[in-house]
């Protein structure tokens, strides 16, 4: 019996995406079938190329064809990615070439946000999705520092729109709103003047195209934060905590707030969770124990990951030289890589509930 693309689709409509629950062919992932004699060559197009089960549904796609193909010779899968565009309409107006946007919050200052937003850009960038990161903390913009590009650097246009040119560094877009401070001059942000900055910072700056273009929000959920999350158009959101009781109680705030303007969350990064001693090897869960996974699941949020205070972490920020780019084989950066992924994944999730269902048969 000849190998056909109807028994390689079969044979394929047995593997799952455990993230969104339904068969690869259902999921219209499979494209490129090719059959030479025996052999059997597929590509599955994912829905991120930061996709955390990427080598387990490669191997099942190896073992599905295996099992349902008698005789088959050489299997080669290839995995590719395709970012789901967001269904969000207001989004796509706004920002047109951007897939998908998500707001890194935290209901207190100081929890690690901005370290969790630059690192999870960085990591997405290097997983090979296409990244902006936008730094919009009016009380204290710090990416600039942690991406190692200087307060006032200068901003160019593109020649044909006009558009400021957003930095480019670490393989991700960047603006701040740092930029458009004068040095040391003090600013008293009101909510229209944060929204407007934020405004300028969709429409006048060339993003190009992006899957993801992520914003750290000023820490809190007063007025100013909640006008900034009903001005961007947003896909998800994460939000960035210690393990503490008071942190916590902040955490539910920010869940609120998000929940007021209908932006679904993404998930929770416990952020300082606990510190391994270097010398000793000792755990010290120095903020308490699990806060953040016990809200989660007390929420029913994803709980994307949790970070241990290490100095490599810090010193990556003050250096401007991100953890995830700099150390990428250390145990932090990997944990980091980790909860990028599960971001991807719960972004894709997100996308994929409000996309309308596609029936295929064969
Ligand atoms: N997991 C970690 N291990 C060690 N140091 C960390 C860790 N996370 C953050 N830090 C350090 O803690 C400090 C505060 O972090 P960061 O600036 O990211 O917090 P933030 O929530 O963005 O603060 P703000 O509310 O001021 O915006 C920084 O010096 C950073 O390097
Ligand atoms: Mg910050």
Redesign the pocket.
Known sequence: MSITNELVLKALSKVNDPDLHKDLVTLGMVRDIKIEGNNVAATIELTTPACPLKDKIEQDCIEAIKKEIDGVGLIAITMSAKVQQSKNQRMNEILPGVKNTIAVA?GK????????AVNLAVALALDGAKVGLIDA?I??P?IPMMLGVNDNPKIYQDAATGKMMPLENFGLKLMSIGFLLEEDSPVIWRGPMASGAIKQFMSDVHWGELDYLIF?L??GTGDIQLTLVQTIPLSGSVV?TTPQDVSIIDVKKAVRMFQRVNVPIAGIVE??SYFIAPDTGKRYDIFGTDGGKKLADELSIPLLGQ?????N??EG??SGKPIVFNKPESEQAKKIIEISRKLAAEISKINFSSAPKIELEF
Do not use: A, E, F, H
């Open positions: 935290s200052g100081g929890v690690g946000k901005s370290t969790v903390d009380y204290g710090s750290d000023p820490p960035v952020n300082m970070l241990p205070i290490n100095q972490i810090r920020g003050d």
